[in-house]
Nanobody
């Protein structure tokens, strides 16, 4: 497993942008599919976006398509999530996660998780 640490959360207004970063250590980062999940109070953790080992496959939840962009830098063992046109319903704790599957959006296949970073979007 890799150890993951998120950063970049905060409080923004609707329509603003925010960039989350996730630094990985302790594993072969380039062999992990990396994903972002989020969890709002009282709800289940849900898939947001994922990027395959080499970055050639991307998966987006319908709710964020066209607004969020995931990228990775295997040389730096980092993955980023650029979030544009934020909406109040994007408010949640965002988790970086790693999976040894080649490419997946299935939560159960992720075995490395960060501690989460809070994103709050005010209306």
């Amino acid at each position: 497993q890799v150890q993951l640490v998120e950063s970049g959360g905060g409080l923004v207004q609707a329509g603003d942008s925010l960039r989350l970063s996730c630094a990985a250590s302790g594993g072969t980062f380039s062999r992990y599919t990396m994903g972002w999940f989020r969890q709002a109070p009282g709800t289940a953790r849900e898939f947001v976006v994922a990027i395959s080992w080499s970055g050639d496959r991307l998966y987006y939840a319908d709710s964020v398509k066209g607004r969020f962009t995931i990228s990775r830098d295997n040389t730096k063992a980092m993955v980023s999530l650029q979030m544009n046109s934020l909406k109040p319903e994007d408010t949640a704790v965002y988790y970086c996660a790693g999976s040894r599957a080649l490419a997946t959006s299935v939560r159960g296949l992720y075995d490395s998780w960060g501690q989460g970073t809070q994103v709050t979007v005010s209306s």
